[in-house]
């Protein structure tokens, strides 16, 4: 069996996902829908490069119940190495997600499982295999700790990739330093990189870059106008900048945005594995991010390599 290709290391969860009509602050609305679906950042992502047929692994905790068995089962079914996946006695991890007809989203985690990762549970012989350690967050400061020590224990060969969600973003630039310094490629939205360093996107992407990492991608929700185009993503790196225009493509209205910003590194990765230049992998994250919205959950929408080829208009 070939190498794997990117190994990926967070948190596990199943969403509980419920559309409303509006997200409230206070008050009361109605739940329009309701799905259970699995679920995790790095998770994702690495789900949806299985998808592509690149070959993926895992590490994390879920638990020794049926909602850790169908979490399991959903990466076999892309081909998702799971045997670094450990199982432990605890309830898996969950998010109660609301999720409105804007694409406004309001998410709550139950770490569960997740907190019981330990140091031990980590093979370095078996991250040591991969081109790229793709790394999300954990609700508590345990697993953090781990991710520190592994990010200076792998081999310098092995490139790092790193999206920190809110959760933590809000620990700011100081926690977050001994990650994003050896950070291949940072991704963030807006708003993570606003919280991250307390700047806007173009200043804050600067300031991660002048910590160590080597370029970042911001994904910037509806976009910016530039004159008739819309960007969604910006990219900074000691080459340059780039603004990612949206390119049109047909589909239906999008259902919900949870799990676009894991998409985009979905399809930014799959680009960057394959060699393709900094703009066009870009374009990839964003193609895979409008794929990904047009059903329900963070996995549904993502794309196989042929339905990808298809929207690119070139063989992938």
Same mark, same amino acid.
């Given at each position: 069996?070939?190498?794997?290709?990117?190994?990926?290391?967070?948190?596990?969860?199943?969403?509980?996902?419920?559309n409303?009509k509006?997200?409230?602050?206070?008050?009361?609305?109605?739940?329009?829908?309701?799905?259970?679906?699995?679920?995790?950042s790095?998770?994702?992502?690495?789900?949806?490069?299985?998808?592509l047929?690149?070959?993926?692994?895992?590490?994390?905790?879920?638990?020794?119940?049926e909602?850790?068995?169908?979490?399991?089962?959903?990466?076999?079914?892309?081909?998702?190495?799971?045997?670094?996946i450990?199982?432990?006695?605890?309830?898996?991890?969950?998010?109660?997600?609301?999720?409105?007809?804007? *694409?406004?989203r309001?998410?709550?985690?139950?770490?569960?499982?997740?907190?019981?990762?330990?140091?031990?549970?980590?093979?370095?012989?078996?991250?040591?295999?991969?081109?790229?350690?793709h790394?999300?967050s954990?609700?508590?400061?345990?697993?953090?700790?781990?991710?520190?020590?592994?990010?200076e224990?792998i081999?310098l060969? +092995?490139?790092?990739?790193?999206?920190?969600?809110? +959760?933590?973003?809000?620990?700011?630039?100081?926690c977050?330093?001994p990650?994003?310094?050896?950070?291949? +490629?940072l991704?963030?939205?807006?708003?993570e990189?606003?919280?991250?360093?307390?700047?806007?996107?173009?200043?804050?992407?600067?300031?991660?870059?002048?910590?160590?990492?080597?370029?970042?991608?911001?994904?910037?929700?509806? *976009?910016?106008?530039?004159?008739?185009?819309?960007?969604?993503?910006?990219?900074?790196?000691?080459?340059?900048?780039?603004?990612?225009?949206?390119?049109?493509a047909?589909?239906?209205?999008?259902?919900?945005? +949870? *799990?676009?910003?894991?998409?985009?590194?979905?399809?930014?990765?799959?680009?960057?594995?394959?060699?393709?230049?900094?703009?066009?992998?870009?374009n990839l994250?964003?193609?895979?991010?409008?794929?990904?919205?047009?059903k329900i959950?963070?996995?549904?929408?993502?794309?196989?390599?042929?339905?990808?080829?298809q929207?690119?208009?070139?063989?992938?």
């Amino acid at each position: 069996m070939s190498a794997i290709e990117v190994i990926g290391f967070g948190a596990l969860n199943m969403d509980l996902i419920h559309n409303v009509k509006r997200i409230l602050s206070d008050g009361e609305a109605v739940v329009t829908d309701y799905c259970l679906a699995p679920g995790g950042s790095a998770a994702n992502t690495i789900y949806g490069l299985a998808k592509l047929g690149v070959k993926t692994g895992f590490l994390g905790v879920v638990g020794d119940d049926e909602e850790g068995r169908m979490l399991l089962e959903d990466f076999r079914s892309v081909g998702v190495n799971t045997k670094q996946i450990r199982t432990k006695k605890a309830k898996t991890g969950a998010t109660f997600c609301l999720t409105d007809k804007g *694409g406004r989203r309001a998410i709550y985690v139950l770490p569960g499982a997740n907190s019981l990762l330990e140091s031990d549970d980590i093979d370095l012989g078996y991250i040591s295999q991969a081109k790229i350690l793709h790394l999300s967050s954990f609700a508590d400061e345990g697993q953090l700790r781990i991710q520190k020590g592994l990010i200076e224990r792998i081999p310098l060969s +092995i490139k790092v990739s790193f999206a920190p969600g809110s +959760i933590y973003a809000a620990k700011g630039m100081d926690c977050l330093a001994p990650i994003i310094k050896r950070t291949n +490629i940072l991704f963030l939205n807006r708003e993570e990189v606003e919280e991250l360093t307390g700047e806007d996107f173009r200043p804050g992407a600067q300031r991660c870059l002048d910590a160590g990492c080597q370029m970042v991608a911001v994904t910037l929700g509806k *976009g910016i106008r530039k004159g008739n185009t819309r960007a969604t993503c910006y990219l900074v790196s000691s080459e340059g900048e780039y603004m990612i225009e949206a390119k049109k493509a047909k589909r239906k209205p999008g259902v919900d945005t +949870i *799990g676009a910003g894991d998409a985009f590194v979905t399809g930014f990765l799959y680009g960057f594995l394959r060699g393709m230049d900094t703009g066009e992998c870009g374009n990839l994250g964003n193609m895979v991010a409008t794929l990904s919205t047009t059903k329900i959950g963070a996995r549904a929408g993502l794309p196989t390599l042929q339905e990808l080829g298809q929207l690119y208009q070139q063989p992938l």
